[in-house]
């Protein structure tokens, strides 16, 4: 149980073009879902926070105009990267808390976004 | 200023050999310490959750504690399928914060 589906693992795009990415949780609601970016060989760093309804709540530096996140139902939250640039090249990782069975934070599997 | 460091950055143990990575933390109102293990190009995979000092868990070769500023992840006699980069986490104001990550590398 607790299984958060994330898709595309991996997507190349061409610069100035946006690409979107979804995450869904399979067996359960979750309210809140976090996106984080993660670097070779670095920590994950959270991006936003989205809750289901309302506006994510962006980490200081992270431009909200770049990275979109809408989360418009209880099992879906989408993060689309806008105009992508080869700095924004990453791997981004979605996540959801999890209250039942055990109380903890389960992740996608992660999305490997190339941009050329 | 780092929140939550982990040691060693790397290790390399041999089959059956056991040892400890560690996990500290400096946050105040902590609701929860993670554990998560992740693989090459996979995301994080859930381990364990400690919430008091004190508290211990275990599952198959590893065992995770918790005092009121670190917490261990020791592994007992490893086996190369032990190999992935083990991530610790702590919870606060409804958010993780995670470590660098500790590369562990198993051989036979």
């Known amino acids: 149980g607790a299984v958060v589906s994330q898709h595309p693992s991996w997507v190349i795009c061409k610069s100035g073009t946006s690409v979107k990415i979804e995450c869904r949780s399979l067996d359960f609601q979750a309210t809140t879902m976090f996106w984080y970016r993660q670097f070779p060989k670095q920590s994950l760093m959270l991006m936003a926070t989205?809750?289901?309804?309302?506006?994510?709540?962006?980490e200081q530096g992270v431009e909200k105009d770049k990275f979109l996140i809408n989360h418009a139902s209880l099992t879906l939250s989408t993060l689309t990267v806008t105009s992508a640039h080869p700095e924004d090249s990453s791997f981004y990782i979605c996540?959801?808390?999890?209250?039942?069975?055990?109380?903890?934070?389960?992740f996608g599997s992660g999305t490997r976004l190339t941009v050329v | 200023e780092d929140q939550v460091t982990q040691s060693p950055e790397a290790l390399r143990l041999q089959e059956g050999e056991s040892s400890s990575l560690n996990c500290s933390y400096t946050?105040?109102?902590?609701?929860?310490l993670f554990w998560y293990r992740q693989d090459p190009g996979k995301g994080p995979e859930f381990l364990f959750t400690?919430?008091?000092a004190g508290e211990e868990k275990e599952k198959e070769r590893l065992k995770a504690t918790l005092t009121k500023k670190e917490s261990f992840l020791h592994i007992t006699a490893p086996k190369p399928e032990d190999s992935a980069t083990y991530l610790c986490a702590v919870g606060t104001l409804g958010r993780l914060y995670f470590g660098r990550g500790t590369q562990l590398t198993v051989w036979p």
């Open positions: 996540s959801a808390r999890v209250v039942r069975g055990y109380d903890g934070y389960t």
């Open positions: 400690l919430y008091s």
């Open positions: 946050v105040s109102g902590l609701r929860g």
């Open positions: 989205s809750n289901e309804g309302s506006k994510a709540t962006y």
